[in-house]
């Protein structure tokens, strides 16, 4: 039975299975809305979104016209599609965060569902519908997928997912190489996906440095695709260390496109974001890392802060780490991994609120007896103070402190080096706004002010409808939105990532075929 006709049978269903219905009178509601199938491995799936006796039953799609993406040639960074499982499909190097007010949801390939509580990386992907399954142009082999992706209320800010151009340049994963001797890890070091078992040849990444993986220091050095397409965005190998490796050249393109659909109860309107090296934290943090590790003065274009009280004015508690030890044993009885450090009353931890919150995982996942504080489900982190200020940079949690210079004694541990060791310190900018943040003020800066913040993309909002639609999103059309840095122009030589994002409410997108496009000869100016 395909997707669209699902609706029809919820009726009868409901009465077998009203127990496992999360609204009775809307139906048995698979993720999204859609009717329940008659499948055991599904029938806990009942989320409305929008809320008791707001959702309905998602009608589905029309066919989609896939003529509408004929008149333009595509760099498809992320196709959702799987050319070797038809079991564990998931959007490879797709990340995703969140305010921490909800879960983020995602249909299986196996329509069961998935959320992002422990991890926010490569969530899974379900079965494309028949509705867009024929505007794939895969083999036939291919398992077909789209991103379905679902949930809310979102209470904070809202959420989003991401691609970063890091895994379509593939270089960052050889920077340890350069820096084995220092003792900065590999960041990205096992990117290969090209090669991996769930890659996408169609969608490939590491594009700059196909053999990531034989680099050795002072060796074989990176070789480029042999695509010409993809070998085409390489920024060269000797531009500054953040392009280098984590951004590609993008100005042959005239824009960003994909093909998207949205369920009945979900807010209309979905961010198309694309970040530079004069917007990215990302490329601000690489740049800042290499800094530290090698000693040669890196360019930098927005800065950083981080805070270390607690939002929402919870009260920051310092917990023995035993206690954390306890919960985590708790939580994952029979497999357990304690967290490293010296079991006793003065060895605390500052974590917001008087308990670790439901779902919490707060080991790093790159050693896994080190305390990580990035939040659950991607959102805020829950530690304050110097705990707070000595985790990890969440976008590369494997880095490493360089051990020399002013983190000699620190025993080369993972944190990021413009925050780690810093106290947190109470600061009020002019305009009368505070808050506490890592800096030492004898030695360091002060916090920035927001006038020089990164995060501040250049995005433009679309609005989905139930149908499948084909978006193209002209670089041209992108504005920042003014709360950061503001800059003269999208530098379309080092774009660092491509980004969707909404805001609170609830949402249930589906999201297919993320790609760079350029209009096709004849066809310039049609957008």
Request: aromatic fraction near 10%.
């Amino acid at each position: 039975m395909v997707r669209e006709n699902i609706a029809r049978t919820s009726s009868r269903r409901c009465a077998a299975a009203a127990v496992l219905c999360a609204v009775a009178a809307a139906g048995c509601n698979r993720p999204g809305g859609v009717a329940e199938q008659a499948n055991p491995t599904a029938a806990t799936l009942g989320i409305c979104i929008g809320g008791p006796g707001v959702c309905i039953a998602d009608p589905g799609s029309a066919p989609a016209d896939c003529s509408q993406d004929d008149t333009v040639d595509t760099l498809v960074v992320e196709s959702f599609d799987d050319y070797n499982s038809s079991t564990t499909n998931s959007a490879q190097d797709l990340y995703t965060y969140t305010d921490g007010t909800s879960a983020l949801s995602f249909e299986t390939y196996g329509h069961t569902l998935a959320n992002n509580l422990q991890t926010g990386w490569e969530p899974p992907v379900t079965e494309a519908p028949d509705s867009i399954a024929k505007c794939h142009t895969h083999p036939a082999s291919y398992y077909r997928g789209v991103l379905h992706a679902f949930g809310g209320p979102f209470l904070g800010w809202g959420g989003g997912l991401g691609v970063s151009s890091a895994k379509l340049n593939g270089r960052l994963g050889v920077h340890y190489a350069e820096q084995r001797g220092t003792g900065l890890t590999a960041t990205g070091a096992s990117i290969g996906d090209a090669g991996a078992a769930t890659g996408d040849p169609f969608a490939p990444k590491d594009n700059c440095c196909v053999n990531a993986l034989m680099v050795t220091d002072g060796g074989t050095p990176c070789v480029m695709t042999q695509d010409p397409r993809y070998a085409a965005v390489c920024p060269p190998a000797d531009s500054e260390y953040a392009v280098a490796t984590a951004a590609i050249d993008v100005s042959q393109y005239d824009g960003v496109s994909f093909w998207a659909r949205r369920g009945p109860n979900s807010q209309a309107g979905i961010r198309v974001m694309v970040g530079d090296k004069y917007t990215d934290d990302d490329l601000n943090y690489l740049a800042l890392t290499e800094e530290a590790n090698t000693g040669q003065p890196q360019p930098t274009y927005c800065h950083r802060n981080r805070e270390c009280d607690c939002l929402n004015h919870q009260e920051c508690t310092a917990i023995p780490l035993q206690t954390l030890n306890d919960d985590l044993a708790a939580q994952n009885p029979g497999n357990v991994t304690m967290i490293m450090g010296t079991e006793s009353a003065t060895n605390l931890v500052s974590v917001c609120g008087t308990v670790p919150p439901a779902g919490w995982n707060p080991l790093n996942s790159c050693l896994n007896n080190e305390l990580e504080c990035v939040g659950t489900g991607g959102g805020p982190s829950f530690c304050c103070d110097v705990s707070n200020c000595n985790s990890v940079y969440a976008a590369f949690p494997c880095d490493q402190l360089p051990n020399t210079g002013p983190f000699a004694d620190a025993g080369m541990v993972h944190g990021d080096p413009q925050f780690y060791g810093r106290p947190c310190t109470p600061y009020q900018f002019p305009n009368g706004v505070g808050g506490s943040y890592c800096y030492d003020p004898a030695t360091d800066p002060p916090p920035w002010p927001s006038t020089e913040l990164c995060g501040d993309f250049w995005m433009v909002t679309v609005d989905l409808t139930t149908d499948w639609q084909f978006f193209k999103v002209p670089f041209t059309n992108l504005r920042q939105q003014g709360w950061a840095k503001r800059q003269p122009k999208l530098d379309l030589t080092s774009v660092s990532v491509v980004r969707f994002s909404w805001d609170t409410g609830w949402i249930d997108y589906w999201i297919d075929q993320v790609s760079f496009y350029r209009e096709k000869s004849g066809n310039a100016g049609a957008q």
